[in-house]
Every structure is written in structure tokens, then in C-alpha cells.
């Protein structure tokens, strides 16, 4: 009998470090995405200003810039939004310092980790697309 009551405790000790362990290296993927990808948003505004001075041509590649310009803006936008609606959802103690989050905060983490992986690939592909439209290589 004693030894069920060890292997419980030990269980429920050991169970509660494995979730605890899981929700902090999640929060951690979900801001190193997130700081990946903040460095490029002057990258998304100077693109922009190229682009808009090259707007003015009426022709199909001007409509193309047109079309490039509004994809990075509207991946500028998507970055503000979302890390407004990631504040709304989660602490800084719970961001920053591990602290254990509810059921309902979780299924949230999940959301916010696909969101922003999503977000992610929205603002590369738009970098890459204005580079191409203007030619920049690396």
C-alpha cells in the first residue's frame, strides 16, 4: 500500500513536470518565431518604399508592385495584430517566466503557435516576393 501511495505522489509530481515542461518550451517556440521574424518589419517598410515609388507605372508590372506592396503591408499588419491579440491572451509572468497556465490558456498556446508559424511564412513570402519584383538578391 505504501508503495502505491509513493508511486501516486511520484506520478502526479512527475505528470504536473512533464505539462509545466511542455507549456514552457511551447511558450518558448512561439516567441523565438515570434523574434525571428520582428527583426524583418523595417525590412517589410523599406521594402514598402521602394515599391511606391515604382507604383506610379500603369502598366502590368506596376500592378504587380501595387499587389506586392499591399502583401507586405498586409503582413505588417498581421505581425501588429497579432502580437496585440498573444498580449490580450497571456501574462508576462506566464510569457516570460514559465508560470503554469489554465486548461482554456493552453488550447490558446496551441492556437497562438499555428498562428504565428502562419504568420511567419505570410511575411517571408511577401519579403521574397518584393525582392524578386525589384531584384534584389542577397
Not at 523574434?35 to 500603369?58: A, I, R, T, Y
Not at 493552453?106 to 524578386?132: G, H, P, R, Y
Request: glycine residues 6%.
Amino acid at each position: 500500500m505504501r508503495i502505491l501511495m509513493v508511486l501516486a505522489v511520484f506520478t502526479l509530481f512527475f505528470g504536473s513536470s512533464c505539462k509545466e515542461e511542455k507549456e514552457t518550451s511551447q511558450m518558448k517556440e512561439v516567441m523565438a518565431i515570434h523574434d525571428e521574424v520582428m527583426p524583418k518589419m523595417s525590412q517589410l517598410g523599406d521594402l514598402v518604399g521602394e515599391l511606391n515609388s515604382k507604383e506610379n507605372d500603369s502598366t502590368e508590372i506596376g500592378l504587380k508592385y501595387m499587389e506586392a506592396r499591399k502583401e507586405l503591408q498586409s503582413a505588417h499588419k498581421s505581425m501588429m495584430d497579432w502580437m496585440q491579440n498573444f498580449g490580450n491572451r497571456f501574462d508576462p509572468d506566464e510569457i516570460l517566466n514559465g508560470k503554469e497556465l489554465s486548461a482554456q490558456k493552453q488550447e490558446w498556446l496551441d492556437e497562438e503557435e499555428k498562428k504565428v508559424k502562419d504568420l511567419k511564412e505570410e511575411i517571408n513570402a511577401s519579403i521574397a516576393n518584393a525582392k524578386e519584383l525589384l531584384g534584389i538578391t542577397e
